[in-house]
């Protein structure tokens, strides 16, 4: 078992930064990926960015794309994820995931939707003020 707990959240104006943590504990070494997933209120849950578990490849939505930065660091177990230049349509849950599959499994849609995610924490709420 996996256990991901997330921290960072929190309230900040239209244009401000904040960087999230996701410290993962346990039989990590299943883990092959990870990512950041985000859920608005109304809305389905949507891929914010994804690493593998080396470091070395990345993904990142469209959305968040130039203003969001996901990294990794293996020596302390914890993923990251440095957002700048956020805007009230970042607001949501955000949500740390594992899976035992492939970094590859991120660009598939069922992927980018959740799916087949082995290990969730359980949110971090950032919220972005106009």
């Known amino acids: 078992q996996v256990q991901l707990v997330e921290s960072g959240g929190g309230l900040v104006q239209a244009g401000g930064s904040l960087r999230l943590s996701c410290a993962a504990s346990g039989r990590t070494v299943s883990i092959n990926a990870m990512g950041w997933f985000r859920q608005a209120p109304g809305k389905e849950r949507e891929i914010v960015a994804a690493?593998?578990?080396?470091?070395?490849?990345?993904y990142y939505a469209d959305s968040v794309k130039g203003r969001f930065t996901i990294s990794r660091d293996n020596a302390k177990n914890t993923l990251y994820l440095q957002m700048s230049s956020l805007t009230p349509e970042d607001t949501a849950v955000y949500y740390c995931?594992?899976?035992?599959?492939?970094?590859?499994?991120?660009?598939?849609?069922?992927?980018?939707?959740?799916?087949?995610?082995?290990?969730w924490g359980k949110g971090t709420l950032v919220t972005v003020s106009s």
């Open positions: 995931a594992a899976t035992r599959n492939g970094f590859g499994w991120f660009k598939t849609d069922r992927g980018q939707a959740g799916a087949g995610m082995d290990y």
């Open positions: 690493i593998s578990w080396s470091g070395g490849i990345t």
